[in-house]
């Protein structure tokens, strides 16, 4: 089983739709969280760390469920732009995150 | 550009070969990550430093493997005998220990990448 798990997708969603990932990760002593978007061929860019009170920025809101070790990314009102893959990473504290393999995400018109 | 450089950005070398990469951090980040990326995968963990010091390195970095950060400002990462299975883009990603609400867990910033390709 790996460390961080994510449900690849994808998943195809018509414009204005909510969406929202979970990931899963297998070590209790994490002690932060952040979500990133990928583009094709491109590096990860940070979209939102998660705080354990959650947090939201505009149409995006993430979610730390320490008790189930997940956390979740909500995008509303999505817009073709938000097509992208979406990775979670997971830090214990030792200085490097772990990563799921992302979920991609596709808005069609 | 104040983010994250890399260089180069693509390289194609033959099979034994070695390759070197360099990585420029954000100015006030004193930790630099090396990660490796294949298709449909997650980026790898491969090690990073804090200032000059190499404080860990992933099993995944084999002796053919090394990398530097000799002033703790840019890094390098070179792969001796270059293998076929090395292909990937090697990622750089810098943090600033103190930065954000969770001081020591900073957010990391990625540079472009070193797309590798080993015939």
């Known amino acids: 089983r790996k460390e961080v798990e994510q449900d690849p997708g994808p998943f195809n969603v018509p414009e204005g739709a909510t969406v929202a990932f979970n990931c899963t990760y297998s070590n209790s002593a994490s002690q932060s969280f952040f979500w990133y978007r990928q583009d094709c061929r491109k590096e990860p860019k940070l979209l939102m760390s998660?705080?354990?009170s959650g947090n939201e920025d505009g149409r995006f809101t993430a979610q730390l469920n320490r008790a189930s070790q997940y956390i979740s990314l909500l995008i509303r009102d999505s817009k073709l732009s938000d097509s992208a893959t979406y990775l979670c990473?997971?830090?214990?504290?030792?200085?490097?995150?772990?990563f799921g393999d992302g979920t991609t995400l596709t808005v069609k018109p | 550009d104040t983010g994250v450089s890399q260089d180069p950005r693509h390289k194609i070398t033959k099979r034994g070969q070695n390759v070197t990469f360099r990585c420029d951090p954000i100015?006030?980040?004193?930790?630099l990550y090396w990660y490796r990326q294949t298709l449909g995968q997650g980026p790898e963990f491969l090690t990073y430093f804090q200032n000059e010091a190499q404080l860990e390195k992933s099993r995944l970095l084999s002796d053919r493997f090394s990398a530097e950060r000799p002033k703790g400002s840019f890094s390098t990462l070179e792969i001796q005998r270059t293998e076929q299975g090395d292909s990937a883009m090697y990622l750089c990603?810098?943090?600033?220990?103190?930065?954000?609400?969770?001081?020591?867990?900073?957010?990391?910033?990625f540079g472009p990448g070193t797309r590798l390709t080993v015939l």
């Open positions: 100015s006030e980040h004193n930790r």
């Open positions: 990603a810098s943090s600033s220990r103190d930065r954000g609400p969770l001081a020591g867990l900073g957010e990391q910033f």
């Open positions: 990473a997971v830090n214990a504290g030792a200085g490097k995150s772990t």
């Open positions: 998660v705080y354990s």
